[in-house]
């Protein structure tokens, strides 16, 4: 079972709130991703980090922020949520081997409703 | 365009019973796939990985096969029970990054009644 730790499980929160979600892994994996997953689609990368300080946006545009201050920890933030953004996040963490299968480690998801 | 297409898109079997899921890819440069098995309300869990020169890899009832040339990957699953019922989703991941970028399938939801 991977160490990736996600809070909150669930959220139901209305317009215009300020969120953070939490995304902690115990690896010590330098790479860290976020996901967002809606239901019976792929999942699509929003953003990315290849470590402390490092963040970058991914393949899908996204209002939400990231920041990597320390290595296991991992946060995204909405500073005003909106229906829009009601979907499953889900956080992963890998770390390359020689091989360079780059085996991601996916949290529990958190799932965002926004009334 | 790199994409991974999977069928069916979903699937009732009964209990004890097999069944195969399909995956196509025209990811390239390819590096690896592999097939992940997403629980509801859950984060994917990895089943199997394999790289250009393996065609066949199991862990317990799953089997997956890889055919390079063709650009499909089939995962086989033998004598179901119930907590097989699930999304599987068949991953591709290029070399042409620095990331391993990953491609996701949409998945096969598989159901497994009694």
């Known amino acids: 079972e991977a160490d990736i730790y996600q809070t909150p499980r669930y959220l139901v929160i209305g317009t215009g709130k300020k969120i953070t979600l939490e995304c902690s892994q115990t690896?010590?994996?330098?790479?860290m991703y976020w996901y967002q997953q809606d239901p019976g689609m792929e999942l699509h990368l929003i953003h990315y980090s290849y470590g402390v300080n490092s963040t970058e946006k991914g393949d899908l545009s996204s209002e939400s922020t990231v920041s990597r201050i320390r290595t296991e920890h991992f946060p995204l933030t909405l500073e005003s949520a909106r229906p829009s953004h009601t979907s499953q996040y889900l956080c992963?963490?890998?770390?390359?081997?020689?091989?360079?299968?780059?085996?991601?480690?996916f949290g529990p998801g958190t799932r965002l409703t926004v009334l | 365009k790199n994409q991974v297409e999977q069928s069916p898109q979903s699937l009732i079997i009964l209990e004890g019973k097999n069944c195969t899921l399909q995956?196509?890819?025209?990811?390239?440069?390819?590096?690896?796939l592999r097939w992940y098995k997403q629980d509801t309300g859950r984060g994917p869990v990895s089943l199997t990985i394999m790289t250009f020169s393996e065609n066949t890899k199991s862990n317990g009832r799953y089997t997956a096969t890889l055919d390079a040339d063709t650009k499909q990957s089939s995962l086989h699953i033998t004598a179901s029970q119930l907590s097989d019922s699930a999304s599987y989703i068949c991953?591709?991941?290029?070399?042409?990054?620095?990331?391993?970028?990953?491609?996701f399938g949409r998945g096969t939801q598989l159901t497994v009644w009694p």
């Open positions: 995956c196509n890819y025209t990811v390239s440069p390819f590096s690896n």
């Open positions: 991953v591709v991941s290029d070399r042409g990054s620095t990331l391993g970028r990953l491609y």
């Open positions: 992963a963490s890998s770390q390359i081997d020689r091989g360079n299968y780059n085996e991601q480690f």
């Open positions: 690896m010590g994996h330098d790479k």
